[in-house]
């Protein structure tokens, strides 16, 4: 199968279900926009619990509080601090935001896929 066969199929998808096919661009906005929103808590809750290391200055993540957890957590989700060459808090959020939209459409298909054949 071909790219322009496979988006000739979405495309049909689309034409053939178009309310589906809405609220599932709205679950993906919507929690896309929510984690992107929320992307330093929500770093910093995977920060504290010890799975992102050390910071760029070489003080474990999990020891840090408030706004250097959160910065800290986004920097490392984003491939460092900018300093070290990452691509820091920018790069940490745009992480979470797509993380978040990614979920958001993956759980509304999966229940557009079920509630159809249902």
Same mark, same amino acid.
């Given at each position: 199968?071909?790219?322009?066969?496979?988006?000739?199929?979405?495309?049909?998808?689309?034409?053939?279900?178009?309310?589906?096919?809405?609220?599932?661009?709205?679950?993906?906005?919507?929690?896309?926009?929510?984690?992107?929103?929320?992307?330093?808590?929500?770093?910093?809750?995977?920060?504290?619990?010890?799975?992102?290391?050390?910071?760029?200055?070489?003080?474990?993540?999990?020891?840090?509080?408030?706004?250097?957890?959160? *910065?800290?957590?986004?920097?490392?989700?984003?491939?460092?601090?900018?300093?070290?060459?990452?691509?820091?808090?920018?790069?940490?959020?745009?992480?979470?935001?797509?993380?978040?939209?990614?979920?958001?459409?993956?759980?509304?298909?999966?229940?557009?896929?079920?509630?159809? *054949?249902?």
């Amino acid at each position: 199968m071909s790219f322009f066969d496979l988006v000739g199929d979405i495309v049909d998808t689309i034409a053939e279900n178009p309310v589906t096919s809405l609220a599932i661009g709205i679950a993906t906005v919507a929690t896309g926009g929510a984690a992107l929103a929320f992307a330093g808590p929500i770093a910093a809750t995977v920060g504290a619990t010890g799975l992102l290391g050390a910071a760029s200055t070489g003080t474990a993540i999990s020891t840090l509080s408030g706004a250097a957890l959160a *910065n800290a957590s986004l920097a490392a989700l984003g491939g460092g601090a900018v300093a070290a060459g990452g691509g820091g808090i920018a790069a940490g959020t745009m992480v979470v935001g797509a993380t978040g939209a990614t979920l958001g459409a993956s759980v509304a298909g999966g229940v557009a896929a079920v509630t159809s *054949n249902a």
